[in-house]
């Protein structure tokens, strides 16, 4: 596994994380044995980026993590924790609060749940529209300074807000959603960070398992699945995104590999500044994806891609039109 340095100011990481939030419920039921599993072995092939959220499973994640590490050398692992989302009981978002004093409260758990003395890189999930982003990012920043926190990230936001978090204290990295079929930061949020040496840790690569190869029409219908009411998982949506997805397995046949490992391959040979965070639940999956490290993506690979999954070739909005409503990065 080879490592790089994220964003400018960064650590090193290697060039896969682990997203860990399927792992509590998101996608459908799922095992702690599995996740602990997973976790080990990601580890054990190098990846020592872990990410998660304090309200993946409204502090399962954090809990399960700190199981899995237990014994392992925390030098070797870099966290990244989102916060800011609150949930309510019955598992609903009921929106997002970055006032300092908050975070401040959220960051004490987090740390208690992962049984940790600090967290690597610390970033609100969400811009709260209450907040100016200086205040959440300057929060962050006495966290640093307090020794809880080694760095700050940033979550689905825009360019501008980008910008002005980055005016207050360095920024390693934008993590957010960005894959074959969701290349929205491609216009104004990828080259702000790139201008400010700003890394991306890029979620839904496999845009949550539509585009692994694997999926078919009515999976992910179990209760809590994000995906029975994602808009690209929907109908003749679907159909039509499974279609992109045949089209790509024809270049993954042609060059001896999977559906999924061209999907990762493509996100991380869009530049050295772009780590892929996979979302495995299961072993056998992350050691699929672990094989797309090994993928070369040539110039005439990269045109048939793109023939076959032009820009803009998904049907439906990669988020609810309420969630969307939302997000930052979309304005
Ligand atoms: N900042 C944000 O707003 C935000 C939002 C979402 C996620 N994230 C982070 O990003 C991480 C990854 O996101 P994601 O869940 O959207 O990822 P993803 O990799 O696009 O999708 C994960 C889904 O794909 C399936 N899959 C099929 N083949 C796979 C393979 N070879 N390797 C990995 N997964 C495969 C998974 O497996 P099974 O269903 O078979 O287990 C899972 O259901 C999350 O865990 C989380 O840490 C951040």
Not at 57 to 76: P, T, Y
Not at 91 to 98: A, I, K, R, S, V
Not at 232 to 243: D, I, M, S, T, Y
Not at 295 to 317: C, K, M, Y
Request: proline share 4%.
């Amino acid at each position: 596994m080879k490592h790089v340095r994220l964003g400018k100011a960064g650590p090193s990481i290697s060039t896969l994380g682990l997203g860990c939030m399927g792992m509590s419920g998101i996608y459908g039921p799922s095992h702690r044995a599995d996740g602990i599993a997973t976790i080990h072995a990601a580890i054990d092939a190098g990846i020592n980026l872990l990410d998660t959220g304090d309200f993946y499973g409204m502090g399962h994640n954090e809990m399960l993590i700190g199981e899995a590490l237990k014994g392992v050398s925390r030098d070797k692992i870099i966290i990244s924790v989102k916060t800011g989302a609150l949930r309510d009981v019955a598992g609903g978002f009921n929106g997002t609060d970055n006032r300092p004093a908050a975070l401040k409260n959220f960051v004490t758990y987090s740390l208690q749940r992962l049984g940790v003395d600090h967290i690597d890189i610390y970033r609100p999930a969400r811009l709260d529209p209450n907040v100016p982003i200086e205040e959440t990012v300057g929060a962050i920043a006495d966290m640093i300074k307090a020794g809880y926190v080694r760095h700050i990230g940033l979550s689905e936001v825009g360019a501008e807000t980008i910008r002005r978090a980055a005016a207050v204290h360095p920024i390693v990295d934008l993590q957010i959603e960005y894959s074959l079929i969701s290349r929205g930061i491609e216009d104004k949020i990828l080259p702000q960070c790139r201008d400010l040496g700003i890394g991306i840790t890029a979620y839904g690569v496999l845009s949550r398992g539509l585009i692994s190869g694997h999926w078919q029409k009515g999976d992910g219908q179990s209760k809590g699945d994000f995906r029975a009411h994602s808009p690209r998982f929907q109908g003749k949506n679907v159909e039509r995104n499974l279609a992109l997805v045949e089209a790509l397995r024809q270049i993954a046949e042609t060059k001896g590999v999977t559906v999924a490992q061209i999907a990762i391959a493509w996100v991380a040979a869009q530049g050295r500044d772009i780590i892929p965070l996979i979302g495995a639940r299961k072993v056998e999956r992350l050691e699929e994806a672990l094989g797309s490290q090994a993928v070369h993506l040539s110039a005439a690979d990269l045109a048939a891609i793109e023939t076959a999954v032009p820009q803009n070739a998904a049907a439906g909005g990669r988020y609810p039109e309420t969630m969307l409503a939302h997000l930052d990065s979309e304005k």
